[in-house]
């Protein structure tokens, strides 16, 4: 049997143009999740096919990718998709946020401000804020077509009368453009306030539940919460052990056997460009 | 003179060779009570399901005056109006509460979902309308945190009705609303529904089998039987000169206190 | 002095090469060829093209050579290779009547045109591990019978309805559009064609207990084996430019119609109701449990109670193709260790807060000046 060659970025054009009307439909409405026809991709569901068929609709020869998971370049299954595109795509691949033209990624949303020239691409595993409160798909389609969304804020205040706080901490939604909740996947609330009013494109694949939604640039995205229990960003008692970031996402790192903790910057580019500040600065 | 409130003409509606609804028509005044009374198969539960727009009736019209005073026939109205119409201006009191409830979700979640699905934004005050509600209904506050689920029976009613009463709908339909309660909880749930619609001059159809119900609550009444109107009348007058033969036998029907 | 984690691209390729490595296995054992899978495994390779939609013997059997045996794996493969085949166009519809058939049962007859044709089946045979299979064998040639080209062979289902017992298969009206569960997602409620879709491509071990489910009476719809056919079934398609269809080659398929709950109403005689399975080479046990998952699916279109999880469609569709299970279930080996952080941290705080609130608690039952309600100080 001969191996037969793969189409840049590996999709057919046809499908790359199918997901590129999904995407334009997306971006015409703000947050709304629009179904497209997902392809089964070399990685599996769950796995980020989503981002990966978004990423391939939209990557050109000259672009330049970078993947983080986590907020990590090196993470295993950043490497994995990053591998996958300089195979099937023959681009250039940066872990520099602000060489990228394009950024695929998993949970988290990068420290580093993003320009216009930028598009951030999401991995999204549940695309749908309202699924844990109904899991009919005939009933939220229709709850999110007449903006009823009273069962959202009903979970919230159930999260403050019995624990005192909203206790949403990863995943929390937002309102796009004042008319559509969206889930922004699963990243920390903390990255919410980055999502509104951002100069870069933001898209969200959904591979394995079929769904497309954006946040065109310079949008208002507001989370939700109440009047007497605003949102509120998480804040760390630490500061990063390697950069002395204390306006980053910290990970917190197991040291040692007796209970050691550590916590460093999730977000490694940016604490290696700190990091590589520091030095420059103590060396002038 | 205002119009009625709502305005029921020629309804219709088989269920194959069954006629669970043959020509109903009525009218109802704002703040009136109508108990709608029949035995089972009778089709009154049809009845109020169709005028409540929870199923599609074969022929006829329902009419009801918006509060900007419109008069809207209910098919006419889209999904989003009808199902705001629920939402604010309508209540639905169901037999059986843990359907008109979420079980799994706090009292004061219940009663305040009405609230944060027309624009409710504060917490405090949204809890406050719920334990105000809970007094109203003799939950005790306390249990302003704990679901439905764990609430007996006769709780699970009150607490369905204020839940439905939050938004001040000016009409309310209900479906047997004491049935399967216990005779001494009935008599208290008779006692605070007969209550709160005085106070807040609420317009309710009420669908019963139990005569001491439909005395106790309504102005006037209907009486169903295989999926006709056989009389019509004042509440009282019907049931103290019962004028059709089956309405005098349903009467003499009921045992002695 | 601990030092940030790095080398994961390295991790990768190390597994990578020590999988292939496992895959070779003990280098003096032969390597299994995909020969082999196809024609001793031939099983195997049936279900990976039935589930990967894709029909090619060949590819299947690397897929299984590939993923170690692993068969959802290897399922996996076929899919994502079919992804990057061009189509160009669609079969007419197959004529399972014009089968060749090497396998025919009905449970509804007792013997009918055609006969009972046991074919080659586990079906009987005593399950006892014949220890003579681990040596190289040489079964006998199997009885053969000249071809009776004379002898027709209707389908069960056709004979039942000569008498209008059984429900009219609806013709298909044609140019009327077909779903493709394959390019447009499936909203719901799904109409039959993108539920048959579906459920050809589900896996078969869910399906099975799907069907299995409305047998022990959740959503119990009463069926009988109308006819099982597995043979080869010819694929044409239409050429525009030629103006008829033309003959692309045979397949071997399974089919199952199941004769289920005879049903009237609306001013319709009582008829009975039908399930369908078909499924790519002898994959027997799935052709019948997709025409159990088939009935029971058509539960609300004919007036009948939901009660079981067969029975709801939007369940029964978004769960069974394995492909997007195993991906979804395995994604929890994926780092979360972000999100797992973000509720570390509200947890942590509902506990200082916890911690607050009690020694508030024991504060003021300290300060309150001693009363004569000694009951309620012993019960705390």
């Not at chain 1, 490694?268 to 700190?274: M, S």
């Not at chain 3, 070779?24 to 195997?44: F, K, N, P």
């Not at chain 3, 064998?137 to 059984?166: E, F, M, Q």
């Not at chain 3, 409305?214 to 009463?222: C, F, L, S």
Request: aromatic share 6%; glycine share 8%.
């Amino acid at each position: 049997m001969n191996p037969r060659p793969y189409n840049f970025a590996y999709l057919d054009e046809q499908t790359k143009r199918m997901i590129r009307r999904a995407i334009l439909k997306a971006i015409a409405i703000p947050g709304y999740q629009v179904p497209f026809a997902s392809r089964e991709m070399p990685m599996p569901y769950g796995w980020g096919t989503g981002g990966v068929q978004v990423t391939a609709a939209i990557i050109g020869p000259d672009d330049v990718l970078k993947v983080i998971d986590q907020g990590a370049d090196d993470t295993t299954n950043a490497v994995s998709i990053r591998a996958f595109f300089a195979k099937t795509a023959n681009v250039a691949t940066t872990t520099d946020t602000t060489q990228a033209t394009i950024i695929q990624t998993r949970h988290r949303v990068p420290e580093t401000p993003l320009s216009a020239e930028q598009i951030l691409v999401y991995q999204v595993p549940i695309p749908e804020p309202l699924r844990f409160l109904e899991p009919r798909e005939t009933e939220t389609r229709t709850m999110h077509a007449l903006a009823e969304y009273g069962v959202m804020h009903v979970k919230l205040y159930e999260d403050i009368a019995r624990h005192g706080h909203i206790a949403t901490t990863y995943a929390y939604p937002a309102r796009v453009a004042d008319r559509y909740i969206m889930d922004p996947s699963p990243i920390p609330k903390f990255d919410n306030p980055k999502l509104d009013d951002c100069p870069a494109l933001q898209l969200f694949g959904a591979g394995r539940e079929k769904r497309i939604y954006a946040i065109p640039p310079h949008t208002r995205v507001v989370s939700l919460d109440f009047e007497d229990h605003p949102f509120e960003r998480t804040k760390f008692d630490a500061a990063c052990a390697f950069c002395g970031a204390t306006d980053s996402f910290l990970d917190e790192v197991v040291v040692d056997d007796k209970g050691g903790r550590m916590f460093v910057c999730s977000d490694t580019d940016y604490c290696e460009k700190r990091r590589a500040a520091k030095a420059k600065d103590a060396a002038e | 003179m205002m119009a009625p409130l709502l305005s029921v003409r020629g309804l219709n509606k088989r269920y194959g060779s069954i006629v669970a609804c043959r020509d109903i028509a009525f009218e109802l005044e704002e703040g009136e009570a109508l108990a709608i009374v029949g035995e089972s198969g009778s089709g009154k539960t049809t009845l109020l399901n169709l005028v409540a727009g929870a199923l599609a009736a074969d022929s006829g019209e329902v009419v009801y005056r918006m509060r900007d005073g419109a008069a809207r026939p209910l098919s006419s109205l889209s999904e989003a109006e009808r199902r705001a119409l629920m939402r604010t201006d309508w209540g639905f009191v169901h037999q059986d509460a843990s359907r008109g409830l979420r079980m799994n979700v706090s009292a004061g979640g219940n009663i305040g979902e009405r609230l944060m699905a027309i624009g409710g934004r504060h917490y405090g005050r949204i809890r406050a309308a719920a334990l105000d509600w809970l007094a109203r209904v003799e939950i005790a506050a306390e249990r302003v945190d704990d679901p439905p689920s764990t609430y007996s029976g006769g709780m699970r009613q009150r607490l369905q009705i204020a839940r439905n009463l939050v938004t001040g709908p000016r009409l309310v339909f209900m479906d047997e609303p004491t049935g399967g309660l216990d005779v001494s909880v009935q008599a208290r749930l008779l006692d605070l529904l007969r209550g709160l619609i005085a106070d807040m001059g609420l317009a309710a159809i009420i669908v019963t089998h139990d005569l001491a119900v439909a005395r106790l609550l309504s102005h006037r009444m209907l009486v169903m039987k295989q999926g006709e109107v056989i009389e019509s009348g004042l509440t009282d007058r019907v049931l103290d000169d019962p004028q059709a033969p089956y309405t005098q036998l349903l009467v003499s029907s009921v045992l002695a206190a | 002095m601990y030092v940030a984690v790095k080398g994961g691209e390295r991790a990768i390729a190390n597994a990578h090469a020590l999988l292939a490595d496992k895959r070779r296995g003990d280098r003096g054992v032969a390597e299994i060829e995909t020969r082999q899978i196809d024609e001793q495994l031939s099983l195997a390779v049936d279900r990976v093209m039935s589930e990967g939609s894709l029909y090619d013997r060949e590819i299947a059997a690397l897929a299984i050579k590939q993923a170690r045996g692993d068969l959802i794996e290897a399922i996996f493969l076929a899919r994502a290779y079919r992804t990057t085949l061009p189509r160009f166009g669609f079969a007419e519809p197959l004529d399972t009547k014009a089968m060749a058939l090497r396998r025919r049962v009905s449970a509804t007859f007792k013997d009918l045109p055609g006969g009972q044709v046991l074919g080659p089946t586990f079906d009987y045979t005593h399950r006892l591990i014949d220890f003579a299979l681990a040596e190289a064998s040489d079964p006998p040639p199997p009885a053969t019978a000249p071809a009776d080209a004379a002898s027709a062979t209707p389908r069960v289902v056709d004979i039942i309805a000569g008498d209008d017992l059984i429900e009219k298969s609806p013709p298909a009206e044609n140019g009327a559009p077909v779903a493709d569960v394959t390019r447009d997602p499936t909203e719901f409620p799904a109409a039959r064609d993108a539920r048959l879709q579906t459920l050809a491509r589900g896996d078969e071990g869910f399906l099975l207990g799907l069907g299995y489910s409305t047998q022990r009476g959740y959503g119990r719809n009463h069926p009988f084996v109308g006819e099982i056919r597995f043979g080869e079934v010819e694929v044409e398609m239409f050429v525009a430019e030629l103006g008829f269809a033309v003959p692309l080659g045979t397949i071997a398929v399974t089919e199952c119609q199941m004769v289920n709950q005879f049903k009237g109403g609306d001013g319709e005689p009582a008829r009975f109701t039908r399930g369908y399975g078909l499924v790519f080479g002898q994959s027997e046990r799935k052709a019948m449990s997709m025409a159990l998952v088939d009935r029971a699916l058509r539960a609300e279109e004919l007036a009948e109670e939901s009660i079981g999880p067969a029975q709801d469609a939007e369940f029964v569709l978004s769960h069974c193709d394995n492909v997007q299970a195993t991906g979804f279930v395995e994604h929890l080996k994926l780092p979360h260790y972000v999100d797992f952080q973000a509720e570390l941290a509200l947890l942590r705080q509902l506990r200082t807060e916890y911690g607050e609130q009690r020694t508030e608690k024991k504060e003021s039952s300290v300060l309150r000046p001693p009363s004569s309600d000694l009951r309620t100080e012993a019960a705390e």
